[in-house]
């Protein structure tokens, strides 16, 4: 009876995660697609626990209440800001999550538990499969973590490339001795520990060398490839355990997660190989900015109040969010001032370019905190054809997904990455705290087109002056 109960259990989790990411598609039932998939992950860790009887009842809430509490406190603390490392560090803590489950499962072999699963080859392949992805997974989520909030700068030094092929052969030669130790029994436990640590400790390094010398640019992407691991990771360990909502959740992840990663390389207009192996040798550096004369270069600059009398007699905003809307946290007043020009009659939305912010996204999931209506939020390939009829584009925070240096600089390194046209409509304001480049590291030209304004100082102080200069405009 138990039994089938458990089984019903996991089908029941598994449906629901296949719904609810079906729902995840879609930002207006996104939200609710999150909570189906939440309901589903605690079905089956319930089901899970029962199962291998791990734990008492009295034990098992006990867990659950600290586990959500700690959920609750991480979701509420944590700002928008600080979201993209969250989500990295939310993976990294996955994979070693099952790199542990995995390991676990060797120990237990080494203590003459056979009859359960005989320790086969194929099931050492596993789980050297499963340490290899979950600890590639945990270093390289929290070097990302460090290029999200600025403190692990990209580097590379002559020999990385070499390097990492020997950690790799390294790893192959710890997983070998495993598969080779499978055919003993009971386990020889000094050689097998020997040699799960040392694949451990590889697959750690090689996660490091595989992330480091990635450009900040290119984040977004590998917080997508990071996720991806982690269902990997987590799919690999659910054939260890023969546990088949585990298979069926990180299968789920991992496909989901690369499908993304395959987006958000289509967004940059590279190929997955290039984002990956790009760094590898050089050390990052700004290099590829432009020179400080050029940076001298005059720009026109307006006031909050000139802002505010250009938008409220145009026919149709534009409003393209970046990364440093979030650091101003200026998005409930960006929501304001668009309610207060659609009430006189302005055609206002929002464009969203698929790499915008650190984390694909960022900038749907920031607008919608501030209700921001879904209706308005437009995608990149869908509004680009409408900027040469817009009167105005606001852009708050954004550099690179707006650099017209993709499309005519074969020297930039954003060179040929798709970008949203704002270039093409008739009047461009720049949010900005400085002329500083943006995370690729290059000046952005359309700083110094004759159609740009520049608006300088925090978004939020200079979207909260607009919003009065509005108020005083409809009150007149």
Same mark, same amino acid.
């Given at each position: 009876m138990i039994d089938s109960l458990i089984t019903i259990a996991y089908l029941v989790a598994a449906a629901l995660f296949i719904f609810g990411l079906k729902r995840l598609s879609s930002p207006r039932t996104?939200?609710?697609?999150?909570?189906?998939?939440? $309901?589903?992950? !605690?079905?089956? %860790?319930?089901?899970?626990?029962?199962?291998?009887? @791990?734990l008492n009842p $009295?034990?098992?809430?006990?867990? !659950?209440?600290?586990?959500?509490? @700690?959920?609750?406190?991480l979701a509420r603390r944590t700002k928008m800001t600080s979201m993209p490392e969250l989500v990295a560090a939310f993976n990294g803590f996955g994979g070693a999550a099952s790199a542990f489950v995995a390991a676990a499962e060797v120990m237990r072999f080494a203590?003459?538990?056979?009859?359960i699963i005989p320790f086969t080859p194929i099931l050492a392949l596993t789980i050297a499969l499963s340490v290899l992805i979950g600890a590639v997974?945990?270093?390289?989520?929290?070097?990302?973590f460090g290029k999200l909030n600025g403190k692990v700068k990209s580097m590379g030094f002559p020999g990385l490339r070499v390097i990492s092929i020997l950690v790799g052969l390294g790893v192959i030669g710890a997983a070998a001795i495993m598969v080779q130790q499978a055919e003993v029994f009971p386990v020889e436990i000094e050689m097998t520990t020997t040699a799960l640590l040392a694949l451990a400790g590889l697959a750690l390094v090689l996660g490091i060398f595989l992330v480091l010398p990635i450009g900040g640019a290119d984040m977004p992407v590998v917080v997508a490839l990071l996720n991806s691991y982690s269902g990997l990771a987590a799919a690999a360990t659910g054939f260890v355990l023969q546990n088949y909502a585990l298979i069926v959740s990180g299968a789920l992840v991992g496909a989901s997660g690369l499908i993304l990663t395959m987006i958000m390389c289509d967004a940059m207009n590279r190929s997955l190989l290039n984002v990956l192996l790009g760094g590898f040798g050089a050390?990052?550096?700004?290099?590829?900015?432009?020179?400080?004369?050029?940076?001298?270069?005059? $720009?026109?600059?307006?006031?909050?109040?000139?802002?505010?009398? !250009?938008?409220? #007699?145009?026919g149709s905003v534009i409003i %393209?969010?970046? #990364?440093? !809307?979030?650091?101003?946290?200026a998005q409930h007043e960006v929501r304001e001032m668009a309610d207060l020009l659609q009430k006189e009659g302005v055609e206002v939305r929002y464009a969203i370019h698929p790499v915008a912010g650190r984390m694909p996204g960022h900038m749907n999931v920031l607008l919608a905190e501030a209700n921001v209506s879904y209706d308005l939020l437009v995608e990149m390939d869908d509004i680009n054809a409408d900027f040469p009829s817009t009167d105005v584009v606001l852009v708050v925070g954004a550099n690179d997904v707006v650099n017209p240096a993709a499309r005519t600089d074969e020297d930039s390194p954003i060179y040929g990455m798709p970008i949203l046209n704002v270039d093409e409509a008739e009047n461009v304001i720049v949010l900005k705290r400085s002329m500083n480049t943006g995370y690729a590291g290059v000046q952005n030209e359309l700083f110094f087109n004759p159609k740009t304004s520049m608006l300088f100082g925090d978004a939020k102080d200079s979207v909260s002056g607009i919003i009065s200069e509005l108020k005083e405009l409809q009150t007149a």
């Open positions: 996104a939200r609710a697609g999150n909570r189906m998939a939440a $309901v589903g992950m !605690l079905v089956a %860790v319930v089901a899970a626990l029962f199962e291998e009887q @791990i $009295v034990e098992l809430i006990a867990g !659950l209440a600290l586990g959500g509490a @700690i959920g609750l406190l203590g003459g538990e056979e009859e997974t945990f270093s390289g989520s929290f070097v990302a050390e990052a550096t700004k290099a590829s900015a432009k020179s400080g004369d050029e940076e001298e270069r005059p $720009v026109r600059q307006t006031s909050p109040d000139d802002a505010a009398v !250009l938008m409220s #007699y145009a %393209v969010p970046g #990364y440093g !809307l979030a650091v101003a946290q």
